[in-house]
């Protein structure tokens, strides 16, 4: 088997396409598998890291805010969709692909769509409750359109060939164990939070967070892990601002970045945490409660219609930035808590959601157009 990824621009693009590609490696070690990505793009570093031949095209995205700065990059933009085609064309009749997989990201349009042209079946992967526009155009003639949420077909062209096979989720998260992992982090029987704004951190969620925090330590019921992010070094100062010294609090655990995230999630009761698309799919995985602080600041606000996706299911509550502030999140963690069995209701709606077998709907599904190809 030959195999050609394409997909980058964020870790969301990135992971799913490693994961299958793991997958692929792991049941068929002869296969050839090779990575296409956006030169200078995250997927330059990531790709080799994880042990993938990695190739890349020149490729930039549209710029939607009208600005004569925005203009100019939007003429540059334009010319790399020439060139990206080329560059794309060339790498696939180099390599000679039996298949190629696209996970979304701008890359992964001239990428699947040329391989479509020469021939070559395509299938793609959309993360989220609401396609990307790369996948809505490619879903058209793709082999497959795999979703990791029903909700997304509505979004899709009408002779799109979807199939429902989830997010490919880490084999640690699978495996972590509730009380294997409150017995690891030192936890008592209080009930645990976890809250993180991702790995630069959401100053909004941060502040909010510590808000909530102040009045954590006042009524001593809860245990918090909390990572601020990479541009949020400040919460600590905040803290202390607020007249927390964490030295003083063992049930604050407060980091730059959680890095034991499947022992965090199983050891958790509730978690507050943006909405994106792997980060709901471990949550159902886990089977953990939930409220969700969507990004504004993302393409088509799809992680409004990701954390709706599981709102609607009653597997989660959504706070929108727009109405965050410290005393909102406190009322909604109070009146969550105030009933045990709301959260362990939002839990177990969660865990109806997971499906926890994706990276072998995937792998069976490129076998089959393998098979009729």
């Known amino acids: 088997m030959r195999i050609l990824f394409a997909g980058g621009g964020t870790a969301g693009h990135i992971n799913p396409a490693l994961a299958i590609a793991g997958t692929v490696r792991e049941r068929e070690p002869d296969a050839a598998i090779l990575y296409v990505g956006a030169k200078g793009g995250m997927e330059e570093r990531l790709v080799p890291k994880a042990g993938f031949d990695f190739k890349s095209v020149t490729i930039s995205g549209f710029q939607r805010k009208p600005s004569w700065q925005n203009l100019k990059k939007n003429v540059v933009t334009a010319v790399h969709l020439f060139t990206s085609t080329a560059e794309a064309k060339r790498i696939i009749e180099e390599f000679q692909p039996d298949v190629c997989v696209g996970t979304g990201g701008?890359?992964?349009?001239?990428?699947?769509?040329?391989?479509?042209?020469?021939?070559?079946?395509?299938?793609?992967?959309?993360?989220?409750?609401?396609?990307?526009?790369?996948?809505?155009?490619?879903?058209?003639?793709?082999?497959?359109t795999m979703l990791a949420v029903l909700d997304a077909k509505k979004y899709l062209p009408a002779g799109a060939r979807c199939v429902l096979t989830g997010n490919p989720i880490r084999p640690a998260v699978l495996r972590a164990r509730r009380e294997e992992?409150?017995?690891?982090?030192?936890?008592?029987?209080?009930?645990?939070?976890?809250?993180?704004?991702?790995?630069?951190?959401?100053?909004?969620?941060?502040?909010?967070?510590?808000d909530l925090m102040a009045w954590s330590v006042k009524e001593g019921r809860f245990q918090h892990i909390h990572a601020y992010g990479q541009w949020g070094r400040w919460f600590p100062d905040l803290l202390k601002e607020k007249g927390i010294d964490l030295a003083a609090h063992p049930e604050l655990d407060v980091r730059e970045y959680i890095d034991n995230m499947p022992e965090c999630l199983a050891a958790a009761d509730l978690v507050i945490c943006r909405a994106g698309a792997i980060t709901l799919s471990e949550l159902q995985a886990q089977g953990r409660a939930s409220i969700l602080i969507p990004s504004p600041n993302v393409a088509e606000n799809h992680q409004f219609h990701n954390a709706m996706a599981l709102v609607n299911r009653g597997a989660a509550e959504i706070l929108e930035e727009k109405d965050l502030s410290g005393e909102t999140l406190r009322?909604?963690?109070e009146d969550l808590f105030h009933d045990p069995d709301v959260v362990a209701s939002l839990s177990a709606n969660a865990k109806k959601m997971a499906i926890t077998d994706a990276n072998d709907r995937i792998y069976q599904l490129i076998g089959e157009v393998l098979h009729c190809g």
């Open 106 to 144: 701008y890359v992964s349009g001239p990428v699947i769509r040329e391989a479509m042209k020469l021939g070559v079946p395509a299938l793609i992967h959309e993360q989220n409750a609401f396609p990307g526009v790369t996948n809505k155009a490619l879903s058209k003639k793709a082999a497959y």
């Open 181 to 210: 992992s409150r017995e690891k982090l030192g936890l008592d029987g209080r009930p645990v939070i976890l809250s993180f704004g991702g790995s630069l951190g959401a100053r909004r969620v941060n502040e909010a967070v510590a």
């Open 331 to 333: 009322k909604m963690v």
